[in-house]
């Protein structure tokens, strides 16, 4: 048993250190999902779509949602309220997308906390990387 869970801990540490495919990142958010909800029943693409459009209310007064930065259509380029170019979101537009466990944790980070003002949970994170994969 204690084997297994440092064999288990010495994968998760070079995927989180290596390049990554979205797979490998999803099945890491459905080990935490689980974890989070027992009656947790699987990742979806159309959730992830709402997730991506809704529009909040912000404590500051200003509405807001990922697609404020990342557009509606993820295929396309998006902008920082500094109006700096944000690449693609997509991965069919962008393959490095969620390539890169670290990257992706930090801007979960930073972006759920700037829309949401507060941090995303694994399900709404694995919603929002089937979405993206998903887009043709
Ligand atoms: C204020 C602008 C802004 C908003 C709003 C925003 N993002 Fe982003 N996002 C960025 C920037 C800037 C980057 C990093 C630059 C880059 O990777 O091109 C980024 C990158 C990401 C990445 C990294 C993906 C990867 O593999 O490269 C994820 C994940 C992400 N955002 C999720 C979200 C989610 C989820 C929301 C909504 C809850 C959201 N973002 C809303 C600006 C924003």
Same mark, same amino acid.
């Given at each position: 048993?204690?084997?297994?869970?440092?064999?288990?801990?010495?994968? %998760?540490?070079?995927?989180?250190?290596?390049?990554?495919?979205? !797979?490998?990142?999803?099945?890491? =958010?459905?080990? !935490? @999902?689980? !974890?989070?909800?027992?009656?947790? @029943?699987? %990742?979806? &693409?159309?959730?992830?779509?709402?997730?991506?459009? @809704? #529009?909040?209310?912000?404590?500051?007064?200003?509405?807001?949602?990922?697609?404020?930065?990342?557009?509606?259509?993820?295929?396309?380029?998006?902008?920082?309220?500094?109006?700096?170019? +944000?690449?693609?979101?997509?991965? +069919? &537009?962008?393959?490095?997308? %969620?390539?890169? @466990?670290?990257?992706? #944790?930090?801007? %979960?980070?930073?972006?759920?906390?700037?829309?949401? #003002?507060?941090?995303?949970?694994?399900?709404?994170?694995?919603? =929002? +990387? !089937? =979405?993206? +994969?998903?887009?043709?």
């Amino acid at each position: 048993m204690r084997k297994t869970l440092v064999i288990l801990g010495v994968i %998760f540490s070079t995927t989180n250190a290596l390049a990554a495919t979205p !797979q490998d990142l999803l099945k890491q =958010y459905e080990a !935490q @999902a689980k !974890q989070e909800n027992s009656a947790f @029943a699987g %990742f979806s &693409a159309d959730r992830g779509a709402i997730f991506f459009r @809704a #529009e909040r209310m912000h404590s500051n007064g200003n509405k807001v949602s990922c697609s404020t930065c990342h557009t509606s259509d993820p295929r396309n380029q998006g902008k920082t309220r500094a109006n700096k170019v +944000i690449e693609p979101i997509a991965p +069919i &537009a962008n393959p490095q997308r %969620f390539t890169d @466990a670290a990257k992706v #944790e930090k801007w %979960f980070g930073r972006n759920c906390k700037d829309v949401l #003002e507060r941090a995303c949970i694994a399900q709404e994170k694995g919603d =929002y +990387i !089937q =979405y993206l +994969i998903n887009v043709k």
